[in-house]
């Protein structure tokens, strides 16, 4: 019989908290690069926030990028971005919006099906308006704010307030410089990054609630041990399915940044940066955080927890 594989020792023994305050240091300055960056520079908000026409085309033969542009740019529609991806007959074209109503959209595709001719296959057209893309900017704000009040509750619930606020700030801290990044990079921001940033929350809740649930645990079993201890250790013992299970899906997204194509792009980017930072957030910003505010050594003080606290012996 073939023995399973371990990846990592099955309990560890690394000092997570070693180099705590190197980490607490290097995450204000990406949140505070993030911020400066957002403040300045902005997003390249897609189509969809922005407003816009979006036309996915394939040609028969290799696309000529500079033809097809001159043919648009005649056309007087405003910007215009012509972008090849995939293989090598696969075109996007991007047009401001035309500031008038549909009509004035669909007058805008039509002229350029019938400026490029035949030849071509349409295989996506999207028309967003300003008002629409408007209303997606807050719909996808107050979808962001509403999911984490209701992780942060959930986790004060399940784990008491100082596990949720720590969970909540590792999730705030990934979030933001998720957003940050596109900022710096002027990766175009669209309705998929927005659900990668989203799915990346969830991402970074479910690691801190493994190891919060055994911390939980360990109280119950340690309970004399100083909680600085006993947080290492509970991250010690959860590093084995921490390396499989992020591993798995940093392999998964990575292999869609590769071959996902331009359309799942942003999508793939901001969930291979974000499975990183989540899983970087769990262990080096929320576990100390939580020492921190359970007074450090305290033992037992922050989790609620049916049983009395038992101080920590000196």
């Known amino acids: 019989m073939f023995k399973p594989i371990r990846l990592v020792k099955k309990v560890p023994n690394l000092d997570f908290f070693r ?6 240091a290097l995450s204000a300055f990406l949140c505070l690069g993030s911020i400066l960056s957002i403040a300045t520079l902005g997003l390249n908000f897609g189509v969809d926030f922005a407003g816009g026409i979006l036309i996915e085309v394939r040609s028969q033969g290799p696309a000529d990028l500079a033809q097809m542009r001159e043919k648009i740019g005649n056309l007087n529609l405003g910007d215009v971005a012509l972008q090849e991806f995939g293989a090598s007959n696969d075109v996007l074209i991007r047009i401001e919006g035309q500031g008038g109503d549909e009509k004035a959209e669909m007058a805008a595709v039509a002229a350029v099906r019938e400026t490029l001719g035949a030849g071509y296959e349409y295989r996506r057209v999207e028309v967003v308006g300003p008002k629409v893309g408007a209303e997606l900017v807050t719909g996808g704000i107050l979808a962001v704010t509403l999911s984490l009040l ?13 596990a949720g606020l720590a969970g909540v700030v590792a999730i705030l801290h990934d979030c933001l410089t998720t957003v940050g990044f596109f900022s710096i990079t002027q990766l175009q921001f669209d309705l998929n990054v927005l659900a990668a940033v989203v799915t990346i929350a969830g991402f970074s809740i479910n690691d801190t609630v493994v190891i919060d649930d055994r911390i939980r645990e360990n109280l119950r079993k340690y309970k004399a041990m100083p909680f600085r201890q006993l947080i290492n250790r509970s991250v010690n013992e959860t590093m084995a399915r921490t390396v499989v299970t992020n591993g798995l899906v940093f392999l998964a997204v990575f292999a869609l940044l590769v071959l996902g194509g331009q359309v799942l792009f942003g999508f793939a980017v901001a969930m291979t940066w974000g499975v990183v930072l989540g899983t970087y957030s ?3 910003v929320a576990a100390p955080m939580e020492w921190y505010l359970a007074g450090k050594d305290t033992h ?15």
């Open 19 to 24: 180099f705590h305050k190197m980490c607490f």
């Open 282 to 284: 769990t262990i080096y």
């Open 150 to 162: 209701g992780i942060m509750a959930y986790m004060a619930l399940r784990f008491g307030w100082r």
């Open 300 to 314: 037992r003080a922050h989790h609620d927890d049916d049983e009395a606290p038992v101080p920590a012996k000196p």
